[in-house]
C-alpha cells in the first residue's frame, strides 16, 4: 500500500499532492479517448435520417476538432437526434460505447450490451446529481467540491481557477437540466464537446 497507494488506498488515504498526480494521471488516460468519441460522433451522423440537423451536428464535431468550444445552445440545438436513431444510447455502436466508457472510466471490455446497461446507469445517476445541485446552487459547493464535480463530468480543473470551474459548470447544468432521460446520450458526448477546447484547461 505504501509503494502502490493509487491501487491499494481509496482517494480519502492520499496526499494532496497524490490527488492531484493521481487525477491529472487518470484524466490523461481518459483524454486519450477523446479523439475516438468524436470520430466516432461525426461517423454517426452520416447515417441521421434529418439533413438540417445533420449537416449541424457535423459542423459542429468539425468545429470542435479545430478547437472550438461550443456554446451550450448549438448543442441544445441538435438534442433531438439523440433520442432517435444512430445516436440514441441504445444504437450507438460498440467502437463509440467503448470511448465513452473509457471517458466515464468505466471498463471497455466487456459486451456491448452490458456497456450500454453501465453507461446508462452512470449517466442517469450524474443527470439526477445534476439537478440536485442545480437545486442546491454552486456557492454552495467549497473550492474542492466544485473542482470534483467538474473532475467527475469531463473536464480537468488541476490549472483552472474556481471563477473557470464555476463558469464550465453552469454551463454543464444548463445542458444537463434541459435535457430528458432519452437524451443521454448528449450528455456522454458532451464530457468530451464541453471539456476538449476549454479555456485554461490543461489537457
Do not use: K
Request: hydrophobic share 45%; net charge positive; glycine share 4%.
Amino acid at each position: 500500500m505504501y509503494f502502490f497507494p493509487r491501487q491499494f488506498l481509496i482517494r480519502h488515504f492520499w496526499t494532496p499532492r497524490q490527488q492531484q498526480e493521481f487525477g491529472e494521471q487518470n484524466h490523461a488516460a481518459r483524454r486519450a479517448a477523446y479523439p475516438a468519441v468524436l470520430s466516432s460522433l461525426a461517423a454517426a451522423t452520416h447515417s441521421l435520417p434529418e439533413p438540417r440537423l445533420q449537416h449541424r451536428l457535423q459542423e459542429l464535431c468539425a468545429e470542435v476538432q479545430r478547437g472550438r468550444h461550443p456554446r451550450v445552445a448549438e448543442l441544445c440545438a441538435v438534442r433531438a437526434l439523440f433520442s432517435g436513431p444512430a445516436l440514441c444510447l441504445g444504437e450507438l455502436r460498440a467502437a463509440h460505447l467503448r470511448a465513452l466508457s473509457r471517458v466515464l472510466f468505466l471498463t471497455p471490455l466487456l459486451p456491448a450490451v452490458l456497456l450500454r446497461c453501465r453507461l446508462r446507469s452512470h449517466l442517469l445517476e450524474i443527470r439526477h446529481l445534476d439537478r440536485a445541485l442545480a437545486h442546491l446552487g454552486l456557492a454552495q459547493l467549497s473550492e474542492e467540491e466544485l473542482r470534483a464535480a467538474c473532475y467527475l463530468r469531463g473536464l480537468n480543473p488541476t490549472h483552472l481557477s474556481a471563477a473557470q470551474c464555476r463558469a464550465w459548470l453552469e454551463q454543464w447544468l444548463e445542458l444537463s437540466c434541459a435535457l430528458q432521460a432519452c437524451e443521454v446520450s448528449l450528455l456522454a458526448n458532451s464530457m468530451v464537446l464541453l471539456s476538449l477546447n476549454y479555456t485554461g484547461a490543461e489537457q
